[in-house]
Nanobody, 124 residues
């Protein structure tokens, strides 16, 4: 079993930056692919970014490319999402997810473990 705890959300002005963290505990973390998803009010949970368990290959949603960076620190069992140039469309609850395989996917159904989420609100 893997437990995931997100932190770092909050209120930020448009154009600002935030860094989200996801601390993992339980099973070996380094071999798991990790992802970030977000869910805005009235919308489905959507893929934001992912990183492989080995090698650090990354993938991003089109909306995140050039603005967001996913990274991981296996020594700290933590994955990060650095977000910049935020706008009101980025307002959502952000969820961290872990996959028992090392390869990444944008499909939320392929992830086995989820955190409780952290709210990000961007004011215009």
């Amino acid at each position: 079993q893997v437990q995931l705890v997100e932190s770092g959300g909050g209120l930020v002005q448009a154009g600002g930056s935030l860094r989200l963290s996801c601390a993992a505990s339980g099973r070996p973390f380094s071999t798991y692919a990790m992802g970030w998803f977000r869910q805005a009010p009235g919308k489905e949970r959507a893929f934001v970014a992912a990183i492989t368990g080995i090698g650090g290959r990354t993938d991003y949603a089109d909306s995140a490319k050039g603005r967001f960076t996913i990274s991981r620190d296996s020594a700290k069992n933590t994955v990060y999402l650095q977000m910049s140039s935020l706008n009101s469309e980025d307002t959502a609850v952000y969820y961290c997810a872990a996959r028992r395989l090392s390869t990444i996917t944008s499909s939320r159904d392929e992830y086995n473990y989820w955190g409780q989420g952290t709210q990000v609100t961007v004011s215009s």
